[in-house]
């Protein structure tokens, strides 16, 4: 079992920049591929990013490529979401999740652990 804690989230004009942390509990964190979805007020929750357990495998969504960094550092148990040139569609709940010995997916349903999220509000 994990424990996920997200913070970073906050206002911020378009064109800023925001950093996302997501710190886990317990000691197997390194087991675990780990990703960033959101959710927007009456959308669905959709990916955003994904590492690789090792960190040496990292994934995009369209929307978001090029603006955003994934990165994890196993020893703190924390991963990270560096995004740049945010725009107002970047609005939403932002979410890590947590996949048990699974591959960096892009699909919600195959991580067992969910944070409570972070709002994250982009003004323009």
């Known amino acids: 079992q994990v424990q996920l804690v997200e913070s970073g989230g906050g206002l911020v004009q378009a064109g800023g920049s925001l950093r996302l942390s997501c710190v886990a509990s317990?000691?197997?964190?390194?087991?675990?591929?780990m990703g960033w979805f959101r959710q927007a007020p009456g959308k669905e929750r959709e990916f955003v990013a994904a590492i690789s357990r090792s960190g040496g495998g990292t994934y995009y969504a369209d929307s978001v490529k090029g603006r955003s960094t994934i990165s994890r550092d196993n020893a703190k148990r924390t991963v990270y979401l560096q995004m740049n040139s945010l725009k107002p569609e970047d609005t939403a709940v932002y979410y890590c999740?947590?996949?048990?010995?699974?591959?960096?997916?892009?699909?919600?349903?195959?991580?067992?652990?969910w944070g409570q999220g972070t709002q994250v509000t982009v003004s323009s």
């Open positions: 317990g000691r197997t964190f390194s087991s675990y591929a």
């Open positions: 999740a947590a996949n048990h010995f699974g591959p960096a997916s892009y699909h919600r349903y195959e991580y067992d652990y």
